[in-house]
């Protein structure tokens, strides 16, 4: 079960990783896709890791391939928590 | 954000089959570089120690670690080990490497399974492993310890050539996939080395050497040592022959 403080959590981590990989912080937000935060799939592939290490949630290829928006990916996590 | 351009203090490097020969030669010029090393030995726990004791005496850091490396569970746990013990693993040299020499004819399976294990899946689960922390601290070091054979034939080492012309495939292929994230993957490939390995190896494979002479060890882990260093920053994916111009 999910709750609005897992998803905040959850939106930090993303958001924070997504900054290392380079993405404009001005730009990340839910809607954005990861294609216009140009975030491609070596860095989705290191969001995995860190998402595996810090919260035990596995990704698979088709899993990642699904996920298109920052928000897919935040939701994605805090479902498979 | 890009890369750093300089090893952090604190970073380790694992080198795969470091008890004799290159490996045991590039660990202590890797150490002589300011990187804990961790000594990976199969069956070589006194010449490991041995080699830590010498690196300590010098004053380095350094810690032997058994492992065999065709179960994945040892690699896990060694890789584990080096980044408790020492810090960081930033660096890794895949030079663990076995021959079972045969012509193709005659090569069994197990021979065949023994040597790509041993020389290219394990190099490429290690590979796997330690991208990780180097991808997030934006600084990595592989090196893979290829060979002459590979490149090119040599009959009776079907199995060994194709493991070692896999390495330097494996290294072209992930360097170009993490450039951008400030880790380098590189091969060197010996040529005629005088070690363990190579010494029931005809004299007369000398007359095909220009050099005419057999490379020692510390000549290989030389080229280690540059290819790990913060010097080689903008070398990626390339092989570096260390040969006595046996490949000219």
Known sequence: ?81 | MGERMSRPDDAAIIVTGAARGIGAASAQELAADGWAVAVLHRNGRGDAEALVQQIVDQGGRALPIRADLREPDEVERAFETAQQELGPVLGLVNNAGVRADNLALSITDEDWQLVLDTNLSAAFRLTRRAMRGMLRARFGRIVNVASVVGPRANPGQANYAASKAGLIGMTKTVAAEVARKGVTVNAVAPGFIATEMTKDVPPAVLEAVPARRAGQPQEVAACVRFLASDAATYVTGTTLYVDGGMSA
């Not at chain 1, 079960?1 to 897992?6: E, P, R």
């Not at chain 1, 912080?25 to 896709?33: G, L």
């Not at chain 1, 290191?46 to 996920?67: A, M, P, T």
């Open chain 1, 1 to 81: 079960m999910s709750t609005t403080t897992d998803t905040t959590q959850v939106e930090q981590t993303v958001y924070k990783s997504l900054e290392t990989f380079g993405a404009d912080p001005a730009q990340i937000k839910r809607e954005a896709t990861f294609e216009e935060l140009d975030v491609d799939s070596l860095d989705l592939a290191e969001l995995s890791q860190i998402v595996e290490d810090e919260y035990g949630v596995k990704f698979k290829s088709s899993d990642v391939e699904n996920l298109k928006t920052v928000g897919d990916a935040v939701d994605f996590i805090v479902a498979n928590k």
